[in-house]
C-alpha cells in the first residue's frame, strides 16, 4: 500500500485501508474501488490521505498504532465524559469525574500497554477518520503521543497514567466554548481567538475542583498551551515555571493539530509537522521533548513516496523503531527518474543519502 492525497486520487482507485466514522463504523471498506462521487466525498469532509493499493508496494504493511477495539473504547470514554459534564454545566459536579476517573486511568493503562508492545514507529496515518467532533478524536491522538514520549523520558507508570489522563482531559476546557465558534471553517476573529484561549481557564477551574482527580491533571489543562519564552496563555510563564506534564503535551498537542484532517485545510505530513516543532524548539518548545517525541514517531511512514537526495525515487517500506528518520526505502526509480526493478536500502546504514522530498501523488 502507499499513501497517497485524495485530491490526486482518481474514480477506479482501489482503497487499502478501511476509513471509519469515530464510533468504529467502517464508512468505505479496504479493498473498495472509488467512484469519483465517493472522492469527492472524502475530500468535502476533510480527509486530506488514504492508503491506496499499489501494484509496487502491495506488501507493505500498514499497521494501526492501537486496536480497534482499544480506539472505539477510549473515544467512546473520552466523548461521554465530555458530554456528560457539559450537560451539567462549569458547577461543581465532582460525581461526574469521580465515577469517570477510575474509567479514565484504565483506558489509559490499555493504551500503555498496545504502545509499548508495539514493533514500529507511531503513525497515526493509518487511521482513518470521519468525525463530526474534531476535539475527541484530538484528545485521543494527544493522550497517545504523549504517552509515547513519557515512555521514551522513562517517567514511572504511575506519571505514565497521570499524564494520560491529563491528556484526555487538556481540552475539557473547550465544553464551555460556543460550538459555532470552535467549529467555524474560516479565519476567527481577534475577539473570537480571545474567547477560544479561554479554554485553558475554564478547564482549570472545572478539574481543580473535581475529587479524585489529581491536581496535576488540571495543570495539563491550564498549562499546554504556555511557551517557553512566556509567549503563550493564559498566564504567559516560561522555563520551569511550566510543569513537564503541559511541556509534553504542547507538543503532542501542536503536531497533531498540524496534522490532523480538518475540513478547512490540508493535514500536514508528519515530517513537515516536526518542522514546526524544531522551529520551537529554542523558544517555544522544550527541545528534549521534542528529540524524545522525534524517537517515538513515523517521520516519513510507510507508504509514503520520497524522493532521496542523489535523485533517485521510491517508497517508504518499514521503519527503525528509535530511528525513525532513517526508515528502509523500496527504491522504484533511478537518478534519471527511470523505473527500476525494486529494490531497498537502510538509511540508517547509509548516512550519506537523505530524504530530499515527498510527494503526494
Not at 37 to 48: A, D, P, Y
Not at 231 to 259: E, N, W
Amino acid at each position: 500500500m502507499r499513501l497517497a492525497s485524495t485530491k490526486l486520487l482518481k474514480p477506479g482507485t482501489i482503497v487499502g485501508q478501511a476509513i471509519f466514522n469515530d464510533s468504529g463504523k467502517v464508512l468505505i471498506q479496504k479493498g473498495l474501488s472509488l467512484t469519483q462521487q465517493m472522492i469527492n466525498r472524502l475530500v468535502q469532509q476533510g480527509i486530506t490521505y488514504i492508503y491506496i493499493e499499489d501494484e509496487l508496494t502491495n506488501d507493505i504493511q500498514i499497521e494501526s498504532v492501537i486496536s480497534e477495539e482499544a480506539r472505539i473504547d477510549a473515544t467512546k470514554t473520552i466523548k461521554d465524559t465530555f458530554n456528560d459534564i457539559k450537560q451539567n454545566g462549569l458547577a461543581d459536579r465532582s460525581y461526574i469525574l469521580e465515577k469517570k476517573g477510575k474509567q479514565m486511568s484504565s483506558v489509559v493503562e490499555r493504551l500503555l500497554d498496545e504502545i509499548m508492545n508495539k514493533k514500529d514507529a507511531l503513525s497515526l496515518l493509518a487511521d482513518v477518520f470521519v468525525t463530526d467532533d474534531y476535539i475527541f478524536q484530538h484528545s485521543l491522538n494527544v493522550t497517545i503521543y504523549s504517552l509515547a514520549i513519557g515512555m521514551e523520558l522513562n517517567l514511572t507508570k504511575d506519571k505514565l497514567v497521570e499524564i494520560g489522563v491529563g491528556s484526555m482531559l487538556h481540552d475539557i476546557g473547550k465544553i464551555f466554548i460556543d460550538p459555532e465558534i470552535l467549529k467555524k471553517p474560516t479565519k476567527l476573529s481577534s475577539i473570537e481567538y480571545e474567547m477560544i484561549k479561554c479554554h485553558t481557564q475554564y478547564g482549570y477551574d472545572f478539574l481543580r475542583k473535581q475529587g479524585g482527580i489529581p491536581l496535576m491533571v488540571a495543570h495539563c489543562a491550564f498549562q499546554h498551551h504556555e511557551r517557553l519564552d512566556g509567549s503563550g496563555y493564559p498566564r504567559g510563564i516560561d522555563g520551569d515555571q511550566i510543569h513537564l506534564y503541559a511541556k509534553i503535551i504542547a507538543v503532542a498537542d501542536v503536531f497533531d493539530a498540524v496534522t490532523s484532517n480538518r475540513s478547512y485545510r490540508d493535514a500536514m505530513l508528519p515530517h513537515e509537522g516536526l518542522e514546526i516543532l524544531y522551529a520551537g524548539a529554542v523558544n517555544l518548545f522544550d527541545k528534549d521533548i521534542v528529540e524524545a517525541f522525534k524517537r517515538s514517531v513515523a517521520v516519513y511512514p510507510n507508504g509514503l513516496l520520497v524522493e532521496l537526495s542523489d535523485s533517485r525515487s521510491g517508497v517508504i517500506a518499514r521503519q527503525h523503531k528509535h530511528l525513525c528518520d532513517r526508515p528502509i526505502v523500496r527504491v522504484t526509480k533511478d537518478e534519471k527518474q527511470q523505473h527500476v526493478l525494486p529494490y531497498e536500502i537502510d538509511l540508517s546504514k547509509i548516512l550519506s543519502i537523505t530524504i530530499k522530498a515527498c510527494f503526494h501523488e
